[in-house]
């Protein structure tokens, strides 16, 4: 329908959402599909959809999500790959990062400064909004 890096957006009315992709994780982590196979990210982006549903309790389509969404689906889903590519461990927000030395994350942002963002995204999702309508 609409290509994953645009963002939410109107046109007559009408509000279209956005997806997560595969590219996209590997994008934040400098990683391409040899690194890690679709396959491998494509469960992630499902895992981290879980984690956003149970931290909001409510229903999240990562193919079909707003873009604050989308952002912490994606990001979660980075510290996971990289959990998986240093031999590490993640399960819901709780992560660890394993001890093997992995070249191809040399460009891949820290890991407290994913855990950051995910933090400030989820704070925002969980913000009532106040404003006009």
């Known amino acids: 329908m609409f290509k994953s890096g645009f963002s939410s957006f109107f046109v007559r ?9 595969v590219d996209d994780v590997h994008d934040v982590i400098n990683v391409s599909a040899v690194d890690i196979p679709d396959a491998k990210v494509l469960k992630m982006i499902k895992r981290a959809e879980v984690t956003l549903e149970l931290e909001l309790s409510k229903e ?61 995204i989820l704070n925002g999702l969980k913000q009532p909004y106040v404003g006009r309508v």
């Open 13 to 21: 009315g009408q509000s279209y959402l956005v997806s997560v992709t």
């Open 60 to 120: 999240i389509d990562y193919e079909n999500c707003t873009d604050a969404e989308k952002e912490f689906i994606t990001v979660l889903a980075a510290v996971y790959a990289i959990c998986y590519l240093t031999g590490g461990s993640a399960v819901g927000l709780s992560f660890t990062v394993g001890d093997q030395n992995v070249s191809v994350l040399s460009k891949a942002p820290p890991l407290d400064i994913l855990q950051s963002e995910l933090e400030r």
